[in-house]
T-cell receptor, first 114, second 110 residues
Framework: NAGVTQTPKFRVLKTGQSMTLLCAQD?????MYWYRQDPGMGLRLIHY???????AKGEVPDGYNVSRLKKQNFLLGLESAAPSQTSVYFC?????????????FGPGTRLTVL | QQQVKQSPQSLIVQKGGISIINCAYE??????FPWYQQFPGKGPALLIA?????SEKKEGRFTISFNKSAKQFSLHIMDSQPGDSATYFC?????????FGAGTRLTVKP
């Protein structure tokens, strides 16, 4: 099992460019999450999904869109990147949110917006 | 405004010593408190977690102490080892929300 994988590992964008980050999990988890990690801020939830075809906003959703067309994949899109979106992005998945099932994290994507 | 406050930001401990990281929360709706360990270049991984109906949970060298009335909880790492050097995050959860502390970078010197 690969667990949670993220593509790409690193990316540099110019302001205004768009990109999509891909998260894939092979654990048949229902729930998937996108977080951003910034120094001194911990991890903050951007969007999450409770199942295929569903998405919901987290703590810091502005400037991002997501899609969950397949159960195993969760895509995070930046339509017009801004320097404030420079961060490390982590995807996570869990069997279900109820009962506090463990969230498994991917290795992260380091994004720099110039 | 961070809902979970974590201290210290960084911590240096000698090998064999005790590492202590503290967290405090305000929202009484939180009812599950996990700790995550993150090594450089890796994603966070669940280390240990506690529910507020117990005051302490121990797993090997790692212990969570929980004070519900003070809305505080802490992670104690006994006999700290250089391999424990990592960033530690506390978190607080409800069924549909999880908030993280800012993290503590722990360095254990040999």
């Amino acid at each position: 099992n690969a667990g949670v994988t993220q593509t790409p590992k690193f990316r540099v964008l110019k302001t205004g460019q768009s990109m999509t980050l891909l998260c894939a999990q092979d654990m048949n988890h229902e729930y998937m999450y996108w977080y951003r990690q910034d120094p001194g801020m911990g991890l903050r939830l951007i969007h999450y999904s409770v199942g295929e075809g569903t998405t919901a906003k987290g703590e810091v959703p502005d400037g991002y869109n997501v899609s969950r067309l397949k159960k195993q994949n969760f895509l995070l899109g930046l339509e017009s990147a801004a320097p404030s979106q420079t961060s490390v992005y982590f995807c996570a998945s869990s069997y279900a949110a109820t009962g506090y099932n463990e969230q498994f994290f991917g290795p992260g994507t380091r994004l720099t917006v110039l | 405004q961070q809902q979970v406050k974590q201290s210290p930001q960084s911590l240096i401990v000698q090998k064999g010593g005790i590492s202590i990281i503290n967290c405090a929360y305000e929202n009484t709706a939180f009812d599950y408190f996990p700790w995550y360990q993150q090594f450089p270049g890796k994603g966070p991984a669940l280390l240990i977690a506690i529910r507020p109906d117990v005051s302490e949970k121990k797993e090997g060298r790692f212990t969570i102490s929980f004070n519900k009335s003070a809305k505080q909880f802490s992670l104690h790492i006994m006999d700290s080892q250089p391999g424990d050097s990592a960033t530690y995050f506390c978190a607080a959860r409800t069924t549909d929300d999880m908030r993280f502390g800012a993290g503590t970078r722990l360095t254990v010197k040999p």
